[in-house]
């Protein structure tokens, strides 16, 4: 396992944009990914003659990297890339990007669109229906998102436990995405809401899935000695990993104690000066309630099967929400849950928001660190640590 | 069913859209003929699913398969109350089961496919399956039912 980490606290996130996430919007993926990119090259300092670097996730509804960098009319760009969707493998390529010199100043934008098989608005959209090309799946298999379904299963047989800490995952979303003014939705939930919610793959319901949504996010990512001082904290890189197990195939991962979450925690956790106790703002993906667990137990904040006590024990009945040791947040801007499907661009930004102390309404105290996973169990599995300069 | 004459080109139409290519057509080709085959190593003795052309253990090339009898247990379970579209399954009339089993005889082994013939009891993790066939589109599909136990 390579501890190494030369790019400890080099790079920097300096600028970051978004549109906010609707379940309504009827602009175009292109507009909606060149608002959020305009506003976080602005935001860093930056001119579109600085920007020598492109990624942008092959999400579907998405576009090419040239696309972008057209509409934007960059006028000369040396890296570009198209990583797989969840956020941190273009991140991840941005980050090294900038590090090694492939580029000095590297745009990163995440397109997200109600798809028509997500979205009953969307499948009525004549404009998307260029988009309706899914894979053609059988119901006989586990693979992509109802393998959270399955391993949910193994989660409440395995451990004897009941849904409630998946519905305490959904409920916290909600709360926090309250003091969210991105956020898609915000209407209070409660565990019986959980509970009453329609079975889409039994053991799991609509409110443990992630909402789809229209929006954008965007990020520029620079080394920290390159970026303008704009008269804000800096926010660096720590470190940033992903972690793949074998076999992943989602029906042959080894074990809930064995999947590829432990690799990116093993891994980060070395490559890291600072860990779980002392991280001030904490985003854990939730793409599935179930993968919010996974995270909060791999982390050991729980033992296996604990995420209900732990969400109970740091329970805030009148915030009906969690600050664990009275203080820190999980997904304070209301996870894909509530904010919106972002696939972990959102918890990105929001730990950038918190570490420059511009969270408002859900500001942590003087937050320095932030941890952020993002992604499953099987292939996106994904860290980062991120400090205050 | 026998079918010697079964070619790659009707084995891929006919268990479309599931992905028969080079490295499943000898998996597919069991299902075909009613028989569940997995990978086996010929040097090591490994076994696994899905189909690949190296053992993960000992990178043999030397590869052939093994059928499995097909006595197993459910490791995850899932209720299908809607998902895609496929020929005699109706998400209206109830939810449908999809499980993955693992092989008594190759730990660690799995498959996903439907259950037969089950109570509703019967449809959770730690349960007890057989291996079955059911048909689609005129061609065996692999399904489990519940084994018969002492009650
Ligand atoms: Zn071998």
């Known amino acids: 396992m390579s501890t190494r980490n030369p790019l400890k606290d080099q790079i920097a996130i300096a600028g970051i944009g978004s549109t906010g996430f609707s379940r309504s919007s009827d602009v175009s993926g292109l507009e909606l990914l060149v608002r959020a990119s305009v506003e976080a090259i602005r935001d860093a300092g930056l001119t579109a003659a600085d920007i020598d670097g492109v990624v942008v996730p092959g999400e579907p509804g998405g576009v090419n990297p040239g696309v972008l960098a057209t509409a934007l009319g960059l006028p000369r760009v040396t890296h570009f890339a198209r990583p797989v969707p969840v956020a941190m493998f273009s991140m991840l390529d941005a980050v090294h990007a900038v590090h090694s010199g492939a580029c000095d100043a590297a745009l990163v934008a995440f397109p997200y669109l109600r798809l028509p098989w997500n979205s009953r608005s969307a499948a009525n959209d004549p404009f998307r229906r260029h988009l309706a090309h899914g894979v053609q799946a059988v119901p006989e298999s586990i693979a992509m998102a109802p393998a959270y379904a399955a391993w949910a299963s193994r989660y409440l047989a395995e451990y004897g436990v009941d849904r409630d800490g998946f519905g305490l995952v959904a409920v916290n979303m909600r709360s926090n995405a309250a003091r969210n003014p991105l956020a898609a939705i915000t209407t209070p939930l409660t565990l019986d809401d959980y509970y009453a919610a329609r079975m889409i793959r039994e053991p799991l319901g609509m409110l443990d899935m992630d909402l789809p949504v229209d929006g954008a996010d965007a990020f520029v990512v620079t080394r920290a000695v390159d970026a303008p001082d704009v008269g804000r904290p800096q926010v660096v890189v720590h470190a940033i990993t992903t972690g793949l197990v074998t076999p992943n195939d989602e029906d042959q991962v080894p074990c809930l104690d064995r999947h590829s979450q432990h690799i990116v925690l093993d891994t980060l956790r070395a490559k890291s000066d600072f860990w779980i106790d002392d991280a001030d703002v904490v985003c854990l993906y939730d793409g599935f309630t179930v993968i919010t667990a996974g995270w909060i137990e791999n982390l050991g904040w729980a033992p296996p099967g604990g995420t209900a006590d732990f969400l109970r024990e740091h329970w805030v009945a009148a915030e009906d929400r969690v600050l664990v040791g009275g203080r820190v947040q999980i997904n304070p801007h209301g996870g894909s849950l509530s904010e919106g499907a972002t696939r972990g661009s959102g918890h990105v930004r929001e730990a950038v928001v918190q570490l420059r102390g511009e969270a408002e309404g859900r500001q942590t105290p003087d937050a320095r660190t932030a941890l952020v996973c993002t992604g499953g169990f099987f292939f996106n599995s994904q860290g980062l640590t991120l400090r205050r300069a | ?151």
């Open chain 2, 1 to 151: 069913m026998s079918t010697p004459t079964l070619t790659d080109a009707d084995l891929v139409e006919r268990y479309a859209p599931l992905t028969v290519d080079k490295d499943t057509a000898d998996f597919y080709r069991g299902w075909a003929e009613r028989e569940l085959r997995i990978r086996h190593c010929t040097e090591c003795g490994h076994t696994w699913l899905p189909f690949r052309p190296i053992c993960p253990r000992c990178w043999s090339f030397a590869v052939d398969h093994v059928v499995v009898q097909g006595d197993g247990t459910v490791h995850l379970m899932m209720l299908l109350h809607q998902g895609p579209p496929a020929p005699g399954v109706d998400y209206t009339t109830g939810p449908y089961p999809v499980a993955t089993v693992e092989f008594a005889d190759h730990p660690g082994v799995r498959l996903t496919a439907t259950i037969v013939d089950a109570r509703p009891e019967d449809l959770v993790v730690g349960r007890a399956v057989s291996l079955t066939w059911f048909e689609r589109n005129g061609m065996p599909h692999p399904a489990f039912r519940p084994t018969e136990v002492t009650r």
